[in-house]
Each structure stands twice: as structure tokens, then as C-alpha cells.
């Protein structure tokens, strides 16, 4: 049976650790909020340009750019977004569980499948396994720019036009509440709008591009794989902390629960201590009659 002395031990132990994990949930709110502020602020910028785009897919008929022409598959390239820290609750092992399924599902295909990697937590995985890692970004978690999405999308880009992978798939966990995030995967190259094109009488509206159409593609197309990188990039960032700060105040709970066992625990032990003396005093008291 544990000593007082230990049990005492225990209980500071757990009161520290409690100190820590009520830290890091405030600390993780803190950062919550300014990232679902760029969140909010990100996501109707980035359907507009999807739409944008669709909807000139849709008026225009498919266009001959080398990142809308579908080819033959061989290599398919998942960019798969983690986080570079811990402590999160099961947010990096639910993306690091897609991945694995659809890697299993695409080499049964028979295609070759290469890794893009965001976040230590993924690379610390994959570099064990027997995969591919195409190309690794660390360093990202809580200092979001649009500079790091620019440099993501321009390899991932410039890959694809060398024709070293034949399409390319977006794995991040969506921000829906504070409680919630889903896992999600999109298709980035080559790009299909995800809208559905809407039935209408009306005639479709005829489009003129200035100065041309290959033009308004080689820029629009481009910018759209950063944004909607850029986008994943916040939706995991808040995504992130969202489940730091929920999986903080769990550990804080659970810190409260414990505490309290154990001090009912120390305070059984002190009374049956307490009791064992008395007994040996009445005991001595009773020798000596």
C-alpha cells in the first residue's frame, strides 16, 4: 500500500501538470481565435475564385491548359497537412489514417504513389515507412503566410507540369466547430470546379477574355492552387488548436478527477494511520494495568 509521503507526491504531481495543461488551453484559445478570424475572413475569398473559375470552365467549354487537361495516370501525389507539434488529441492520427487508406486504395490500382508532406508530425511518420516523400515542408504550424502556400503550390506545380505527377490531392482536416473537424480530401490537379453546373433555360453566357484565353488561364489557374492551398493551410491551423484546446481541457479534467481520488485515497490512508496509532496507545495503555 502507498505511504502518505507518496500519495502526497502523487497529488502535487497531477496539481502541476493540471497548471500546464489549463496553460496550454489558453494559450491554444488565444490562438484559436486569431486563426478562425483569418479563417472566416479567407473562405469566402476562396469559393469566389472556385466559382470564378467554374463558372468559365462552364461558359468557355474545356480549355486546352495543361492543368485542366486530364492525361493517363501513373503517379498520384497526396499533399497531406499535419501539424509540427503534439498534444492535439487525435488530429494528426485521423488525416495520417486517410492517408494510409487511400494510399492502399491507389496502389491497388496500380499507381505509383508519392507523398508531399506539411508538418513534422507527418514526416516523422511517413519517413519510417517504406513510402515515398516527394518533397516535406516543416515549420508552418502557427506562422500561417501566403508566401509558404506560393512556395508549396509552384512545386507542387511545377511537378506536375514536368510531368513528374499525374494528379495531385489536397489532405487536410476542415475547421466545422471547435469541437468538430473533418478530414477532408479534394483534388487539386489537374482542377475540376467541385460545382455542379446548374440547370437553366437561359442560354450560357458567352465570355470575352482580354487579352486572351490561354492568358486569363495561365493566371487564374496558378493563383487558384495557391489560394485554395493557402485556405487548407488556415482550416488546418485553426483546426489545429481547436483540438490542442479541447484536448487540454480534457487533460484538465481529468487532472481535477484524479486529484480528487487521490486525496480521498490520502485521506483514508491518514485516518487508518491515524486509527493504528490509537490503537497502539490503548494497547500499551492496557499492558500496563
Known amino acids: 500500500m502507498a505511504t502518505l509521503r507518496e500519495i502526497k507526491r502523487r497529488i502535487e504531481a497531477v496539481k502541476n501538470t ?73 488530429f494528426n492520427s485521423n488525416i ?23 508538418g513534422k508530425k507527418a514526416l516523422d511518420y511517413y519517413k519510417r515507412r517504406d513510402v515515398n516523400i516527394r518533397k516535406s515542408w516543416t515549420g508552418l504550424s502557427g506562422k500561417v503566410s501566403f508566401a509558404g502556400s506560393q512556395e508549396i503550390a509552384n512545386n507542387v506545380i511545377d511537378s506536375y507540369l514536368g510531368e513528374n505527377i499525374d494528379e495531385v490531392f489536397l489532405l487536410y482536416n476542415k475547421f466545422i466547430t471547435v469541437m468538430a473537424q473533418e478530414v477532408t480530401m479534394s483534388r487539386l490537379l489537374p482542377y475540376a470546379s467541385d460545382a455542379e453546373p446548374e440547370e437553366s433555360s437561359e442560354p450560357s453566357t458567352a465570355y470575352l477574355y482580354e ?46 478527477e484524479m486529484i480528487g481520488a487521490l486525496t480521498l485515497k490520502y485521506n483514508k490512508a491518514r485516518q487508518a494511520s491515524i486509527t493504528a496509532e490509537l490503537m497502539d496507545i490503548v494497547g500499551g495503555v492496557e499492558a500496563l494495568k
Open 18 to 90: 493540471k497548471q500546464i495543461t489549463s496553460a496550454m488551453k489558453m494559450v491554444a484559445a488565444s490562438k484559436l481565435r486569431k486563426a478562425q478570424s483569418r479563417m472566416l475572413e479567407m473562405r469566402p475569398y476562396a469559393d469566389k475564385m472556385k466559382s470564378v473559375l467554374g463558372s468559365l470552365s462552364a461558359g468557355s467549354g474545356i480549355a486546352e491548359h495543361p492543368l485542366l487537361k486530364p492525361r493517363a495516370r501513373k503517379t498520384v501525389d497526396i499533399l497531406i497537412m499535419t501539424s509540427d507539434r503534439g498534444l492535439c488529441g487525435a
Open 96 to 118: 495520417i489514417k486517410k492517408a494510409n487508406a487511400f494510399i492502399k486504395e491507389r496502389k491497388s490500382e496500380g499507381l505509383d504513389v508519392s507523398l508531399s508532406l506539411i
Open 211 to 256: 487579352p486572351s484565353r490561354e492568358e486569363v488561364y495561365n493566371q487564374l489557374l496558378p493563383k487558384n492552387i495557391e489560394v485554395q492551398i493557402f485556405r487548407a493551410i488556415i482550416e488546418s491551423s485553426a483546426s489545429e488548436e481547436a483540438a490542442r484546446m479541447t484536448s487540454m481541457e480534457n487533460a484538465t479534467q481529468n487532472a481535477n
